[in-house]
């Protein structure tokens, strides 16, 4: 999903010069049991993957996809992460369930939120468990010398 997401955006930005920038994409899933656990459709979805997912071990996998626009190089490459949560009440699921934070996340829990109160251990990264891999990231940049100009986002950036 990730590479599909990266090769759509490059489609829709035809016209950008691609030697100025480096593109990224990435994608995150909850699996458990063999079983892929991606955004609920509904509350009901949640309630199942919170109950699954209730005093186990599951595994967070986000794909990371790269483009270096000047050379034309990439890469992609899953980072997995071990989470076990803590056994959950049927009351604490649904109080999780109605602050809306399920909603639109893998697993249908956000480890940067109240979801974060769900989990015994993580085993790796931290960064991957909310939706990017920052290590990888960060040692694929030095590996492959691609520099980012990092900028400062704000009501004072002037578009530069």
């Not at 010069?17 to 899933?29: C, G």
């Not at 990231?137 to 400062?152: G, S, T």
Request: net charge neutral; aromatic share 8%; charged share 30%.
């Amino acid at each position: 999903m990730a590479q599909r997401k990266l090769d759509l955006f490059v489609q829709s930005v035809k016209n950008l010069n691609f030697k100025d920038y480096l593109f990224l994409s990435a994608d995150t899933v909850v699996v458990f049991a063999g079983r892929v656990l991606g955004k609920p459709e509904n509350s009901e979805q949640a309630r199942e993957f919170l109950s699954l997912l209730s005093g186990q071990k599951h595994q967070v996998k986000t794909a990371l996809c790269l483009l270096h626009g000047p050379s034309g190089d990439r890469f992609c490459q899953v980072e997995t992460t071990d989470v076990t949560f803590k056994p959950l009440s049927e009351q604490q699921i649904t109080d999780y369930i109605a602050t809306g934070e399920s909603t639109d996340k893998a697993g249908a829990y956000a480890i940067q939120g109240v979801g974060r109160a769900f989990v015994e251990s993580i085993e790796g990264s931290l960064s991957n468990v909310v939706g990017l891999p920052m290590e990888l990231l960060e040692r694929v940049l030095d590996e492959k010398e691609w520099r980012v100009r990092r900028r400062k986002m704000g009501k004072d950036t002037k578009g530069d």
